[in-house]
């Protein structure tokens, strides 16, 4: 969603907060396709200082839907947003090196969604789990270890003894 702030950036030391809703519906990136479970309203403050400083804070929850490390079950995962972003200003602009890296800024207009993507990618989990104690998938068959046992053979050879493990079967062919 755009929302103009041409009105802060040119009023010297106006600040103005607003309610804006998140379009977004799921985080897309190169992990896949995440849906977001809620409908986040992220709260903006804009503020011009003296002309010099546009100060840019968002504050929001985004609820979205992560596959477990272990047994890819989804795992619905509350991430808490905060982007405090600062802007040097320059006659009523944005400094020109500043503009190439802000891909959130059309003109005056803020594209909130951008903003927020952003955050998502910069503060994805590194892992996430259905719980503490989760016994994965199988190797062998697949199935959810969580669920009931499969059955499967649960000895695993270590892949790095195998060349030891071929001399010993060569030596017992003798």
Excluded at 32 to 52: C, D, K, M, Q, S
Excluded at 107 to 113: F, I, V
Aim: with cysteine.
């Amino acid at each position: 969603m755009l929302t103009d702030i041409s009105d802060v950036v040119f009023c010297e030391n106006r600040e103005r907060t607003e309610q804006i809703p998140v379009g977004l519906t799921s985080f897309d990136s190169r992990l896949g396709t995440f849906p977001i479970l809620n409908r986040p309203v992220a709260e903006f403050t804009f503020e011009n200082r003296e002309n010099r400083k546009l100060l840019i804070h968002c504050v929001t929850d985004v609820r979205v839907a992560v596959p477990c490390g272990r047994c890819l079950t989804e795992v619905p995962t509350d991430i808490h947003l905060v982007s405090d972003r600062e802007l040097s200003l320059e006659e009523g602009t944005v400094r020109e090196e500043e503009m190439e890296d802000i891909s959130y800024l059309s003109g005056w207009n803020l594209d909130a969604d951008r903003l927020i993507y952003g955050e998502l990618l910069m503060n994805w989990p590194a892992k996430v789990l259905c719980k503490q104690d989760c016994r994965g998938i199988c190797r062998v068959c697949g199935q959810n270890l969580n669920e009931g046992d499969c059955g499967c053979e649960k000895t695993e050879r270590d892949p790095r003894m195998a060349a030891i493990q071929d001399i010993f079967n060569k030596f017992k062919e003798v």
